[in-house]
């Protein structure tokens, strides 16, 4: 069974901003970022039980970009919340503080 992914409206901030940089630095490089995010909430709605790293948030890495997607996974409904797709060059302690 599938889960539902669920994204937090911050996220689809995190998302604006990386896609923009990465258009930025090189035409198209935005959209492969876009898919590569697409193609992970993929996989975490077929088997989101990847590492617990803090808490009850779970991470997982993105291949070919340098960013974290944090999320979280409620069994009862089958959901998967994703809270956060951070840079993993930047100190994400700020913003995440702001975002719990």
Request: aromatic fraction near 12%; charged fraction near 30%; proline fraction near 5%.
């Amino acid at each position: 069974m599938l889960y539902r992914i669920e994204i937090h409206s911050a996220v689809i901030q995190d998302l604006e901003k990386a896609i923009h940089y990465y258009e930025e630095q090189q035409p198209g490089l935005g959209k492969r970022f876009l898919k590569a995010i697409d193609k992970h909430f993929l996989i975490l709605s077929k088997n989101p039980f990847f590492q617990t790293r803090y808490d009850d948030v779970r991470c997982l890495p993105v291949k070919k970009f340098p960013f974290m997607i944090h999320f979280t996974i409620e069994e009862g409904n089958k959901t998967v919340k994703i809270l956060a797709v951070f840079n993993t060059l930047l100190d994400p302690k700020e913003t995440w503080v702001k975002r719990k």
